[in-house]
């Protein structure tokens, strides 16, 4: 019941590279699709640590790399390592407890924690099997546009995950460390506009045809929609554009509308009368709608078997342990987060056993896509603060400072071990198989957007 020691060395050997590649990371936040920055740090991380190394533009249109694909070994299995790579607009944050923004996006999510992290335990894992001598191929994906929920499917969409028999995952979060046993909502992410045509406000408002009266329309349509779906159906939107005076008719408006449900099946349902209200507006306003779907992803589908082989190698890691200093950076953060005092730990070390009961959840991610083609684990925990939000600057305060290279540490050992155990028993990932073809039975097969566009 102890963590493996090549691994325990590896860590003590490297740990302070792990921190710098995130706080490298931290300090050139880019959003989703965009990470030229990150996926170039990180691919040289893992060249350096003997992996052999794809950059590449996930949607594959020949465009400035914004993904890694680490691969070493040889023969089965396959595990597949996810990091993540993408930052958050208008999070920028100094690494103190007190607002202090900067411009441009941040790492309120803390994803530069799981490219480093994440990319750190297939370092880790790859020395131990070469050192014992172990059979199989590890394969670290380090992924765009997790908060869009793009850039996983675009990887699924271009084989990047075909092969690969087992995902480990990890994430920052609050609360106790768990295996994540919550079934997250499938999402559609999509842009409405609309086109009208313009004319004087006060002049000759008879001959505008308003695009902004077309979608205030079609969110009063989606308001009434509300009372007539399923509860777990959340839709939300923003305005990205609604005219550029007001004694101008705007001749174009457009609104940018998530559509989330538990299911897929649902999702797809709902966005589909959503286009409808959308028409209906555009037909009683005399504009026209355009639709562009942006991205859309499953819900996830967490794995028992899975989240008990994470567990099981979880508690053969140390807990972390922090500073007083830290632990007084993290009362700061929440007070003046939430203007309370914290009577609560903020920063639990203990992990959670597997209660073996699937819960809900209202976030989305594209981890949901690959959970329905490959069995799928995610760890959840540490430093992200117990009741503080998510997405926020409090999140990529922490990111920045040793709260956040802790987290990453001691998750990179859980995935490195998780990962080492599957080695030496490979019949779990044969369970997890099949409790994942037994999941899959009654639904629709798994269908990602994209193979209809091409
Ligand atoms: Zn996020
Ligand atoms: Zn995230």
Redesign the pocket.
């Known amino acids: 019941m102890e963590m493996n020691k090549n691994i325990e060395k590896w860590y003590e050997l490297h740990t302070d590279e792990v921190n710098a590649l995130s706080d490298d990371i931290w300090a050139h936040p880019e959003v989703g699709m965009q990470e030229h920055y990150a996926a170039k740090a990180t691919a040289a991380f893992m060249r350096k640590y003997g992996f052999e190394v794809q950059e590449l533009d996930a949607a594959m249109k020949g465009d400035e790399p914004n993904c890694v694909i680490a691969k070493w070994g040889s023969g089965k299995p396959v595990i597949g390592i996810i990091g ?1 790579l993408d930052a958050l607009p208008g999070l920028g944050q100094e690494a103190v407890p007190y607002p202090s923004p900067k411009p441009g996006p941040g790492h309120g ?3 530069n924690l799981m490219a480093a992290g994440c990319g750190a335990a297939a370092c880790a894992l790859k020395e131990t099997m070469e050192a014992e001598g172990l059979k199989g191929t590890i394969v670290y994906l380090g992924c765009p546009a ?2 869009t929920f793009e850039g996983k499917v675009h990887m699924i969409h271009n084989h990047l995950f075909d092969g690969i028999d087992v995902c480990l995952a990890w ?1 920052p979060m609050g609360g106790a460390p768990k295996a994540v046993e919550i079934c997250m909502n499938a999402c559609t992410n999509m842009i409405i506009s609309f086109k009208g045509r313009t004319a004087h406000a006060g002049g000759d408002p008879h001959n505008g045809r308003s695009a902004l009266d077309a979608a205030e329309l079609m969110n009063v349509g989606v308001q009434y929609l509300r009372e007539h779906v399923t509860s777990d159906v959340r839709m939300h939107y923003i305005y990205l554009a609604s005219g550029t005076a007001p004694n101008i008719v705007p001749d174009f408006a457009s609104l940018n509308y998530f559509v989330r449900a538990q299911s897929a099946e649902t999702c797809r349902d709902v966005v589909a009368r959503v286009r409808k209200i959308a028409e209906g507006a555009a037909m009683m306003t005399e504009t026209e709608v355009i639709f562009e779907q942006k991205a859309a992803a499953y819900d996830t589908m967490p794995n028992f078997t899975l989240n008990q082989a994470m567990y099981d190698s979880a508690i053969k890691i140390p807990e972390i342990t922090y500073t007083e200093d830290e632990i007084n950076f993290a009362k700061e953060v929440y007070r003046n987060a939430t203007g309370k005092e914290a009577d609560h730990d903020l920063l639990p070390t203990t992990i959670a056993p597997p209660t073996g009961t699937i819960t809900s959840g209202g976030g989305s991610t594209d981890v949901g896509d690959v959970s329905y083609i490959i069995p799928t684990v995610q760890f959840f925990g540490h430093c992200r603060l117990t009741g503080c939000p998510s997405h926020h600057w409090s999140t990529t305060a922490c990111t920045g400072m040793s709260i956040g290279h802790k987290a990453q540490i001691y998750s990179g050992k859980v995935l490195a071990q998780n990962a080492y155990d599957l080695l030496h028993h490979p019949e779990i990932i044969e369970k997890a198989w099949e409790e994942h073809r037994k999941n899959l039975e009654g639904r629709a097969p798994y269908h990602c957007w994209l193979d209809d566009i091409d």
Request: proline content about 0%; glycine content about 14%; overall charge negative.
């Open positions: 993540e999510c803390g994803h997790e908060e994430h």
